[in-house]
């Protein structure tokens, strides 16, 4: 099979919904194989990998993201049955929440802030826009909810999307790096953490280590998306107008 024949074959099969349902399920095959062979080194993360490498399949063949996410739309729409799915985790850990309550409230509200204000005045402090701060402040909750908040308060929703992506691959290669360096080993202020700080991504992460930390990591994501997307949009038209 010749050159041209390759591309013609592949110019076909991009317009069929199937071939982004595959490439999405080996990138991410492939990107799991890794992290397992490299003994779960959290470098080796899946998500970065598989993005990697369904990036450059697409930038190489010229294939539009839109065509791609024709068949990727499957995936995406799991993500709503598997957020519903943590419930299950959460009510094993239903004696321990109640305890904790206190804490997790304190612990999310203060999260939240942190995590908002930290990146915005680092931000400004290296010159960016308005639109820019806006745009990143909601960088630590899960991306429809944080593209929500930056339109309302001024920011860019694909920044943000782009920017709660990294944040959650971020958090997840080097949050259990930073904790353990801390020698914080109570699975339930790690999975919190991982919540707070990297979302979905971070909770994915904490499950596949410990089932307590991911159970925690899954409730501080939807409460840091609650307290976020309730105090964020009031503070943000308070202090700038």
């Known amino acids: 099979m010749g050159e041209t024949d390759i591309t013609q074959l592949w110019v076909y099969l991009s317009t069929k919904p199937l071939t982004g349902l595959t490439i999405t399920l080996v990138a991410y095959s492939i990107g799991f194989w890794l992290y397992q062979k490299t003994n779960r080194n959290p470098v080796c993360n899946p998500v970065v ?29 799991l993500l709503g049955p598997a957020t519903v799915a943590l419930a299950v985790p959460l009510f094993r850990q239903m004696e321990t929440l109640k305890r904790a309550l206190p804490v997790i409230i304190f612990g999310v509200l203060f999260g939240s802030l942190v995590a908002s204000v930290s990146t915005v005045v680092l931000a400004w402090a290296l010159g960016a826009s308005p639109e820019t701060l806006a745009s990143l402040a909601p960088k ?26 990294a944040t959650g691959i971020v958090g997840a290669t080097l949050g259990p790096m930073v904790m353990n360096l801390a020698r914080l080993k109570d699975w339930r202020a790690r999975g919190f953490a991982m919540g707070v700080a990297a979302h979905g991504i971070g909770t994915a992460r904490a499950f596949q280590v410990n089932e307590t930390a991911g159970a925690f990591s899954g409730l501080a994501m939807g409460l840091n998306t609650l307290a976020t997307a309730l105090t964020l949009p009031f503070l943000w038209h308070w202090f700038f107008g």
């Open 49 to 77: 990998i598989a993005i990697a490498l369904i990036a450059l399949l697409l930038e190489s063949t010229g294939t539009p993201y839109a065509t791609y996410f024709e068949g990727a739309q499957f995936v995406h729409f």
């Open 140 to 165: 630590s909750v899960t991306t429809p909810v944080a593209m929500g908040i930056a339109d309302e308060i001024g920011g860019v929703p694909a920044l943000t999307a782009v920017c709660v992506i």
